[in-house]
Structures are given as C-alpha cells and as structure tokens.
C-alpha cells in the first residue's frame, strides 16, 4: 500500500504469525534469537521517541498455521491495546497439500478484524511470488493469489486502518540471496528489505529502494548447483517431510521470543 500516507509516530507495537516473523535465519542476537525484519521495524520506531518509552512484543512462534496463530497470539496481541501490529500468516497452510484455503481466510479475517477492533493500526502481507524460485512453486499459486485478493479486500474494507506489504509483486524475490539455504526463510538481506517495506507502508520515507535487484551474481556452474540441491534436501527438505508425516512442528513447545509487550530501546 504504497500510497499509506499518514505517517502516524506509534509508541507499541505487537508483531504475530509465524517464522516469517519471528525472525528465523536472520542474524543471531546475543540471546540466541533472530533478529528478523520485525526487530528491526521495532528498532526504527523505537529511534523516533529518543525521550520516550516505545513498547514491543513478538509473539510468532516457527511453525504456527493459522488457527494455531488465532487461538495463542490474537487474543493477547488484541488485549495488548498497542498503536501497530503486523499479522502475517497462512501460509504454512498452503505450504500443505489439501490446504482448506475457503478456511485459511476465514481465519485471517477473523484475526484481523479483532485486532482493528483494538483500534490500532494493522499491516498485513502478500506472499512473494513462489513460481520461478521454488520447485513445485505453481501448484501453490492459485492459493497465494487467491490469498493476494482476500489480503487487499480487507484493506480495502479498512482504509487508513490496513497497511498491505505487497511482496508478491517484487521480483526481488525471485533471487536466492534473499533467502536462507532452505529456501522457505529470508536471509539477513532480504529481512532487511521487509523491514524497509514496512516502514515505507507506514508512510516512512525508505532508506533505499527495496524492490530493487541486487547485482548480477556469479553463474554457477552444474555440480556446484547439484550439490547445493542435495544438501537442501538432505539438511531441509527431509526433515521438513518428516515432521509432516509425524504430526511435529518446528515450534512444538517453543515460546515467542518477547511474549509481553515491554519498554524497548532498540539495538
């Protein structure tokens, strides 16, 4: 939402959903968290009440489809009454085959309608465009574009209260740079440039243009991509399908990283 204009100096924030916003596979904090794109929203929020305390909370957790999203994060996101929240998630459920996308949205537009009703404002999110990076990518299109819609009906139904990040139409997604070794998570880089997508939405004028390629990478040549695929499925996607199979998730037991909406300086 490119033309989200007021410019509002918010003093709390609550971020929820899932690794995407946790943070995973950014840099590591000395506390041995993430550091992710919503860290670092917090971070310039924070540096605009140098004089005054900012408030922020993180309470995505890996892992989380989305009604485990509304059933342990809305509630306390809601409760917390802050200025700003950012909700993304969903798309752990279309990740999975059989996905009920009629229910996906059901559940993220009941998310987002009891944190309006708090009275802040809320960004929500596109999903990058999956088709030239990832394989298998077009069979998960139709649900991410059928997402994309649903995403922008509800900014539509909320102006000035609904910031939409579109990352789907950035092709700067399309480079693996932006995105960890699994290829599900952002790299440092490509968190980074969230972040500046955020902060653009909120009407912040952008320290550089996210949307922007990076430059040309070195070609790689056949082994070198054959043996980068390999250890991918070895390291990330085998283990991926096996908690499918069990029933695990990367986040079973895991708590959010900053569970209580606190006074916070930035880094």
């Known amino acids: 939402m490119e033309n989200y204009a007021t410019a509002t100096v918010y003093r709390s924030y609550v971020a929820v959903g899932d690794s995407f916003t946790e943070g995973m596979c950014d840099e590591l904090l000395p506390d041995g968290h993430f550091r992710g794109w919503a860290d670092r929203v917090a971070d310039a929020l924070a540096a605009e009440r140098p004089d005054e305390e900012f408030h922020y909370a993180n309470l995505a957790v890996r892992g989380k489809l989305i009604g485990q999203i509304c059933a342990d994060q809305i509630g306390p996101a809601a409760a917390a009454g802050a200025d700003l929240v950012t909700l993304a998630g969903g798309l752990n459920d279309v990740l999975r085959p059989g996905c009920d996308i009629a229910e996906v949205e059901r559940q993220l537009g009941r998310a987002a309608r009891e944190l309006l009703a708090g009275g802040g404002t809320v960004v929500m999110f596109t999903s990058t465009d999956p088709v030239r990076r990832l394989a298998g990518g077009a069979r998960l299109l139709p649900a991410i574009l059928r997402m994309k819609a649903f995403v922008e009906s509800i900014a539509a139904e909320h102006p000035g ?6 990352l789907f139409s ?18 440092p880089e490509g968190h980074r440039r969230v972040a500046t997508a955020v902060l653009e939405a909120l009407g912040r004028p952008a320290d550089h243009d996210w949307r922007s390629p990076l430059p040309p990478a070195a ?8 043996r980068t695929d390999l250890r991918w499925l070895r390291l990330h996607l085998g283990p991926w399908i096996g908690r499918r199979l069990t029933g695990r998730s990367s986040g079973d037991g895991r708590a959010p990283k900053r569970p209580e909406l606190l006074p916070y300086r930035g880094r």
Request: contains cysteine; charged residues 45%.
């Open 161 to 166: 209260r609904v910031a939409v990040v579109d």
């Open 170 to 187: 950035a092709p700067c997604f399309d480079d693996r740079r932006l995105w960890d070794e699994d290829r599900l998570h952002l790299s």
């Open 219 to 226: 070609p790689r040549g056949r082994t070198e991509k054959l």
